[in-house]
Each structure stands twice: as structure tokens, then as C-alpha cells.
């Protein structure tokens, strides 16, 4: 029973840090897109390279979840912009102890995404705007925090 829930639990900190990687790419890609949204689904397929990456599938009996990625126009709270993941897995090892039906278990990990250089672009745009300047000129201004 120690050594099952020993495995349980070193099987939800891979997933956990799994998830967490990829939500910590999903946060930082950035494309270089002309629209604010155009670099999401590029971001959604580098997350799912990296969470690909851990080893889930050798250490997990049945492993079969997928990143899930809650890109910011998909939720109706920012809050919840990030990287989850389900799966199931088996906590006990008897009906007496823990049970033998699957527990249905969900890694999440809510860390947002950081503004594209377009959304900074037309923040900084109307930033000049406002002060009577305008954005025909190309220039771009880098301040790293948006």
C-alpha cells in the first residue's frame, strides 16, 4: 500500500511538472505575428511538444491524456489561461484499501500568456496616439514588460 501510494505520488509530480513546462511555453512562444492572437496555435503546438517529451507513457500504466490548452479568448476569466491535463490512474490495491476503481486525476497549471509583440505594437500605438503622436513610422519600442 506505502509503495502504491509512493508511486502515485511520484507519478503526479512528472505530470505536474510536465503540465507545467508546457504551460511555461505556451506563456513565452511568441511568432512574431502581425495579429495579437496569431502566434496561439503556434504556441498550442509547442506545448504539446514539450509535455510530449516527459515520459508519462513509460511510467504510467495506460497513460492516454493530452495537454489541454486554454488559450485567452477561451475562458470566459483570464485566470484560467494555461496548460491541464487529465488522466486516470489506479489509488489502491484492494477493495478494503483505497479501492481498485480508477481515480480521475487533473493536473493544472494556470501561469497566463504573455502579450504578443502585436498586442505590445498597438499598445504602444495608442500609447502615442494619445499624446498626439502617431504610428506611421516603423519603429519598435522594446521594454521587455509590455
Known sequence: MIFRIGVNLTNGFLVHY???MASRTYLVIDNNSNSPSGGDQNARNRASI???KFPMKHTIPGWNSLIKINHPGSVPNALFTG???EYTENFGISDIV???KPMVLRSESFIGREPTRANCLQRVCRAMEEVGGDCSVHTTFFDNGC
Do not use: L, P, Y
Open 18 to 20: 510536465a503540465t507545467f
Open 50 to 52: 514539450v509535455f510530449e
Open 83 to 85: 496548460a491541464w491535463s
Open 98 to 100: 483505497g479501492g481498485i
